[in-house]
């Protein structure tokens, strides 16, 4: 991972100005992480070209960390694109109960034109609620999971305070 002053010296981030500078969106603590996984799971399913810099913006506007939310829209790429759109359609057109339309998708701009007029309303209402829902998931389980950690960690003290104790006690 770069540095932070990297980040904050590149003329075209400087132009957020001393944003940039909040130490939560450099720090990894459980509420900068959990937030900014479900910002960028979030923004992962908003179908438009640029989504990191949608999630980098928010994640400056939120205050979370910078540096999970960016990566965390990676969900979305060439490989996982067709297939997560298709089910953000299907999840629309059950929710809307309307008829399944047959198309063929294409990666192209004539077909954002022609192709997505048809299907415009199911496809944004599942992704805008399949968004929703994987940003709810992914928070709730880094905040069990930061949880869990921090449990076993306490346990872990404690047995070791234990055994420490038992051991100066056996030297006595």
Request: proline share 6%; net charge positive.
């Amino acid at each position: 991972m770069p540095h932070p002053d990297v980040i904050i010296h590149n003329r075209w981030i400087k132009l957020l100005g001393p944003r940039l500078q909040d130490p939560s969106l450099w720090h990894i603590n459980r509420r900068s992480c959990s937030g900014a996984l479900a910002l960028g799971m979030f923004c992962a399913f908003i179908p438009v070209p640029f989504q990191m810099l949608i999630a980098a913006a928010a994640a400056v506007w939120l205050r979370v960390n910078i540096l999970v939310a960016v990566p965390a829209v990676w969900v979305s790429n060439p490989f996982t694109l067709a297939p997560m759109f298709y089910f953000c359609y299907l999840v629309g057109v059950g929710l809307l109960g309307v008829e399944q339309e047959a198309f063929n998708f294409e990666l192209s701009f004539d077909w954002l034109l022609d192709g997505l007029s048809a299907i415009w309303q199911p496809f944004l209402l599942g992704c805008f609620v399949v968004g929703t829902v994987s940003a709810l998931a992914s928070f709730l389980l880094i905040r069990i999971l930061w949880r869990l950690h921090i449990i076993s960690h306490i346990k872990d003290r404690a047995k070791r305070l234990h055994n420490l104790r038992r051991h100066k006690k056996a030297r006595q």
